[in-house]
């Protein structure tokens, strides 16, 4: 009577193992054929690229700078990148004022090699746009038809190539500051942050964004985030709303604090004091001389004020070499007596406390990257910075220029004056001191971007900075598929395990009692 039983089980237990095997088999394609889904289905498109171009047209020398973008991710932050950077050749836009139909051409070379990089199917839907800066505002307070003449001019060249022509005209200080603000920050990725950094910034309290210090040749910008920002002085204080951000920002630009203007600031107040056409310079290291025309010194804005009639025409500049001197001599450029708000940096201009890091460019890095002192990532203590600086300007010009003797002499000349101008701007002016100095990180690119103002500006016109926050999806591509392949395999080992408790494996009956 038993056997039957025994005979009659057999069938029906292979049967449901048939089932389980089928149902394994399909649950284990359908897994498969999801995770290929997956993958293929979110595969980023193919790239279609866009460019834009924007000449910084400064008052030493005009770049012109070639960004790209892939078209579908314009409103994401950070992925404008530069391609291509062309220094024109021969002096900025406002050195063309006894020659203004000159200046258009000057711009010629950079342009070819931007059609060589863009492709000529994109050339006519590329915009361009050409901004100046402290030299061609200089230049207006001096002679206004000559910037005048001087913009025309390279507006008919950039209207005469391929490209979109969106406009060449003179940036305000406020718009240099604000955009050299936009560009760092957008390129440290500090506008649009992922969920961990959101949450560690929100519980840190980290800075969320990095102050800018821009310093040209004619002018220098200081711009920051500020909370003590109060209306005090409203020409100083910008409102953005970036990617769904409030941001409170101060900037100021200080026209004739560039570098070079700096320099003739001083040497016309040195003039003050000489009586002979010979002017020994603390700025200038040891054995160096320098001959200047006295005949258009005082034209120049910067120094009219010091106007003064002298009986030579030529002054001969010797080098001494004493940072001490030269120190005490640049810091008199930095009127600190009087300030109708509640703090000012110099000459009575707000200045709120100073908040957060900063990212200092342009010359700021050129002259601390020749001196070696833009260490990354601790920044180098006050007291080495100036006592590198001091050691450097002792230097006799003979052996500093056997040492360097690659590097262009107008350059090389200048780092003593440069080097202690900036530390003399950053402690007198600003008021950066020992403790908050490591704050400011001299920087000259970020990733393959130049810092300064071109992108910021490039990227405001274009509206690629959203005021609100794109809606995107919530993961990224590769945390996508790593969940959705995270699910199958939890998925087959459910359904392994389910078929292992209905199937009981003869190994695992014997553990059941
Ligand atoms: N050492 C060095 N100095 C440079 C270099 N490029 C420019 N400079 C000098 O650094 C100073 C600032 O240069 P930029 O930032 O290009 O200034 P700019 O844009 O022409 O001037 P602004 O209109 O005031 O912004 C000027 O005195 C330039 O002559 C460089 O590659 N090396
Ligand atoms: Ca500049």
């Known amino acids: 009577m038993d056997e039957p039983k025994v005979t009659g089980t057999k069938p029906k237990m292979s049967s449901t193992r048939m089932i389980l095997l089928i149902l394994g088999f399909l649950s284990t394609l359908a897994v498969i054929a999801l995770i290929a889904v997956a993958v293929t289905q979110n595969q980023p498109f193919p790239k279609n690229i866009k460019y834009g171009i924007v000449l910084d047209a400064g008052s030493s020398h005009t770049n012109l700078y070639v960004y790209e973008w892939p078209a579908e991710k314009e409103n994401d932050t950070g992925v404008v990148k530069q391609v291509e950077v062309c220094k024109v050749e021969g002096p900025g836009i406002s050195g063309y004022s006894h020659a203004t139909e000159k200046a258009g051409p000057s711009l010629e070379q950079c342009l070819q090699q931007a059609k060589e990089v863009i492709p000529s199917a994109q050339h006519k839907e590329t915009p361009v746009y050409l901004g100046a800066t402290a030299g061609m505002r200089l230049l207006r307070l001096q002679n206004e038809s000559a910037a005048d003449k001087v913009l025309s001019s390279v507006e008919n060249t950039l209207r005469s190539a391929p490209f979109n022509f969106q406009g060449a005209r003179i940036i305000t200080g406020q718009e240099e500051g604000a955009y050299g603000w936009i560009t760092i920050n957008y390129l440290l990725g500090n506008f649009k942050q992922s969920g961990w950094k959101k949450l560690l910034h929100s519980l840190k309290s980290l800075s969320e964004t990095s102050g800018a210090l821009d310093l040209g040749g004619a002018s220098t910008q200081i711009t920051f985030v500020s909370k003590e920002l109060t209306s005090e002085s409203p020409e100083n204080q910008l409102y953005f709303r970036l990617y769904g951000k409030d941001y409170q920002v101060y900037t100021h630009s200080f026209l004739c604090y560039g570098k070079d203007q700096a320099l003739q600031q001083k040497l016309a107040r040195d003039l003050q004091t000489v009586d002979n056409s010979l002017l020994p310079d603390p700025c200038f290291h040891k054995g160096y001389e320098r001959t200047i025309n006295i005949s258009d010194f005082f034209k120049n804005p910067c120094t009219s004020e010091?106007?003064?009639?002298?009986?030579?025409?030529?002054?001969?500049?010797?080098?001494?070499?004493?940072?001490?001197?030269?120190?005490?001599n640049i810091q008199n450029l930095f009127d600190k007596s009087n300030c109708p708000y509640s703090s000012c940096s110099f000459n009575g201009i707000y200045l709120p406390p100073l908040q957060g890091d900063f990212g200092a460019f342009s010359a700021f890095y050129f002259v601390m990257n020749f001196l070696n002192l833009t260490s990354e990532p601790k920044p180098l203590a006050l007291n080495k910075v100036t006592s590198t600086i001091?050691?450097?300007?002792?230097?006799?010009?003979?052996?500093?220029?056997?040492?360097?003797?690659h590097?262009?002499?107008?350059?090389?000349?200048?780092?003593?004056?440069?080097?202690?101008y900036?530390?003399?701007?950053?402690?007198?002016?600003?008021?950066?001191?020992e403790n908050n100095w490591q704050m400011v990180h001299f920087l000259g690119k970020i990733d393959s971007s130049d810092a300064g103002w071109t992108l910021g500006y490039m990227l405001n016109l274009t509206n690629m900075i959203p005021a609100e926050e794109p809606a995107g999806p919530p993961l990224s591509h590769g945390s996508y598929v790593g969940l959705m392949v995270l699910c199958s395999l939890v998925l087959v080992s459910v359904l392994l395990f389910a078929w292992l408790l209905l199937h009981k494996p003869k190994c695992l009956q014997k553990g059941i009692v």
Do not use: M
């Open 306 to 328: 010091k106007k003064k009639q002298l009986p030579f025409n030529q002054l001969y500049i010797k080098g001494e070499g004493d940072y001490q001197k030269c120190r005490e």
């Open 422 to 433: 900036i530390l003399s701007l950053l402690e007198n002016g600003y008021e950066f001191t």
């Open 390 to 405: 001091e050691t450097f300007c002792a230097r006799p010009w003979q052996e500093v220029k056997t040492a360097y003797h």
């Open 407 to 420: 590097i262009k002499e107008k350059y090389l000349s200048e780092y003593c004056f440069s080097g202690v």
